[in-house]
Nanobody
Framework: EVQLVQSGGGSVQAGGSLRLSCTASGLTFDDSDMGWYRQAPGHECELVSTRGRDGATWYRDSVKGRFTSSKDNAKNTVYLQMNSLKPEDTAVYYC??????????????????WGQGTQVTVSS
């Protein structure tokens, strides 16, 4: 059974940093593409970052230069380091593999694997 377990997140003031973790069991991130998504209240889900099995990364423009994805093979864990956080980064963040989201505006679909989500709140 594949499981993605997230940790990290929390509440910080603008300009602060947080690190999200996504640990997989039942699959290996070395063999899997993955993505980080977020959904703020009243907003559709949006893709934040992807990480390919080849290590290639992509970031949405609004987080470029502030967010960084990394991987620890020994722990089978992918991280999202979030620096210089802004109030508009406030959302529930999810990891998913393979990286695609629902077509109804929501993140989670039944067709891939998702972490449980973690709240990130950035206050001004």
């Amino acid at each position: 059974e594949v499981q993605l377990v997230q940790s990290g997140g929390g509440s910080v003031q603008a300009g602060g940093s947080l690190r999200l973790s996504c640990t997989a069991s039942g699959l290996t991130f070395d063999d899997s593409d993955m993505g980080w998504y977020r959904q703020a209240p009243g907003h559709e889900c949006e893709l934040v970052s992807t990480r390919g099995r080849d290590g290639a990364t992509w970031y949405r423009d609004s987080v470029k230069g502030r967010f960084t994805s990394s991987k620890d093979n020994a722990k089978n864990t992918v991280y999202l380091q979030m620096n210089s956080l802004k109030p508009e980064d406030t959302a529930v963040y999810y990891c998913a593999t393979p990286p695609f989201m629902g077509t109804d505006g929501y993140c989670v679909t039944q067709y891939n694997y998702w972490g449980q989500g973690t709240q990130v709140t950035v206050s001004s």
